[in-house]
T-cell receptor
Framework: EPEVTQTPSHQVTQMGQEVILRCVPISNHLYFYWYRQILGQKVEFLVSFYNNEISEKSEIFDDQFSVERPDGSNFTLKIRSTKLEDSAMYFC??????????FGPGTRLTVL | RKEVEQDPGPFNVPEGATVAFNCTYSNSASQSFFWYRQDCRKEPKLLMSVYSSGNEDGRFTAQLNRASQYISLLIRDSKLSDSATYLCVVNFRTGTASKLTFGTGTRLQVTL
């Protein structure tokens, strides 16, 4: 069964550093997403991406964040100048229709 | 009013019991509806889509009431393996932009 993969599974960084979270969506999917989940809280939408551009972003997704699809398979989330409150589980997801999403296993980001 | 609202639980039920979860959503223009399941520290996994006519998948039955903006999930003959958090998810789509909004989830614990 096709799956979304994410690397690394756990990233520890110092406050103020930049991190890049990587995702490989399902190969024939056209819609890509990043969500995050702070421990004990709900899953929150960050950004959606279609046809090589951002189609929607939340108020969380400010200038600190950027997404890129550098080649035909990878989808990355860059977080610049990380803050303590960026510590969360970051989930990548993809969809063939823009309706139901398939999520990757997540990257746990810990900012110290 | 929250975009997607659920009773956080926990619901503690004995094995074999029937349990029902409810969810309300605020955006009347929402277009697609889903129940996802999330195990502790794992990614959300699609359990089932929810249709206006109601739909069933084995022991699981989902229903949608658009007039009341209300979604339900019924689990019959609960198994220990059903213990998880059940997430009510609503999709609102404009053009190519598609955003799934998650409820906080309802935690289910099935006991012997």
């Amino acid at each position: 069964e096709p799956e979304v993969t994410q690397t690394p599974s756990h990233q520890v960084t110092q406050m103020g550093q930049e991190v890049i979270l990587r995702c490989v969506p399902i190969s024939n999917h056209l819609y890509f997403y990043w969500y995050r989940q702070i421990l004990g809280q709900k899953v929150e939408f960050l950004v959606s991406f279609y046809n090589n551009e951002i189609s929607e972003k939340s108020e969380i997704f400010d200038d600190q964040f950027s997404v890129e699809r550098p080649d035909g398979s990878n989808f990355t989330l860059k977080i610049r100048s990380t803050k303590l409150e960026d510590s969360a589980m970051y989930f990548c997801a993809s969809s063939d229709s823009g309706r139901a999403l398939i999520f990757g296993p997540g990257t746990r980001l810990t900012v110290l | 009013r929250k975009e997607v609202e659920q009773d956080p639980g926990p619901f503690n039920v004995p094995e074999g019991a029937t349990v029902a979860f409810n969810c309300t959503y605020s955006n009347s223009a929402s277009q697609s509806f889903f129940w996802y399941r999330q195990d502790c520290r794992k990614e959300p996994k699609l359990l089932m889509s929810v249709y206006s006519s109601g739909n069933e998948d084995g022991r699981f039955t989902a229903q949608l009431n658009r007039a009341s903006q209300y979604i339900s999930l019924l689990i019959r003959d609960s198994k220990l393996s059903d213990s998880a958090t059940y997430l009510c998810v609503v999709n609102f789509r404009t053009g190519t932009a598609s955003k799934l909004t998650f409820g906080t989830g309802t935690r289910l614990q099935v006991t012997l």
